[in-house]
Each structure stands twice: as C-alpha cells, then as structure tokens.
C-alpha cells in the first residue's frame, strides 16, 4: 500500500491550501487517515485525522480553520487548510491504517512529505 500526497506550497498568510493522499494497492479497507506535520525544531503533531466511520479528530490549533474532506471510492482524503498563519508552515504527512488483502494484515504507511510555507 502506498500513499501519494500532493498540494503544499508557498501562501500568503490568510490564505488557503488543500492537500491531497491517495492511498492505492491491496486495499481491503482503510479504517483511519491522518495528516501529521513537522515544522522546524518542533516535534511532529497530528493536525487532523478521521475513521472510516468518519469520526474527525482535530489539534486545538487548527480547529476552525483545517477540515479532512475524504473521498471513500478514490481512497482519498484531504487537508483543507483555511486562514494560514506562519504557524502552520511545516512538512505535512499523511498516515493511514489499513487492512490488506488478501488476509486483512494491516500497515500503517507514510505518505511522502509536504512543504507548506506560509509567509508574505
């Protein structure tokens, strides 16, 4: 099972970003996504996660501001970021649990990581 993540880049502060994790391969069902994200000297955070009965868990930070769209049939799920703050500049990761098939072994893989920069 891989993860592809996409979207990060360079904003303004007040601005928006949406990233985007594609989970593909032996896909017997995905019971969580998450997107964590690092920023310089700091340890890494979850930002944002939801369970594939769509239970949504945010980091007090973002609450307001980032919500976690998903796309069950693309096995995708999204980081809307709304009103970036310097804060928020980090390397975002995305992670999901999955079941495999064809025995339901589960992995739990990283996607690659991306660069947010909020700045003027």
């Known amino acids: 099972v891989q993860l592809q993540a996409s979207g990060g880049g360079l904003v303004q502060p007040g601005g928006s970003l949406r990233l985007s994790c594609a989970a593909s391969g032996s896909i017997l069902s995905i019971n969580s996504m998450g997107w964590y994200r690092q920023a310089p000297g700091k340890q890494r955070e979850l930002v944002a996660s939801?369970?594939?009965?769509?239970?949504?868990n945010y980091v007090d930070s973002v609450k307001g501001r980032f919500t976690i769209p998903r796309d069950i049939a693309k096995n995708t799920v999204y980081l809307q970021m709304n009103s970036l703050n310097a804060e928020d500049t980090a390397v975002y990761c995305c992670?999901?649990?999955?079941?495999?098939?064809?025995?339901?072994?589960?992995?739990?893989?990283w996607g690659q990581g991306t660069q947010v920069t909020v700045s003027s």
């Open positions: 939801i369970t594939n009965a769509g239970f949504i």
């Open positions: 992670n999901a649990k999955v079941l495999t098939r064809p025995y339901g072994n589960i992995v739990n893989p």
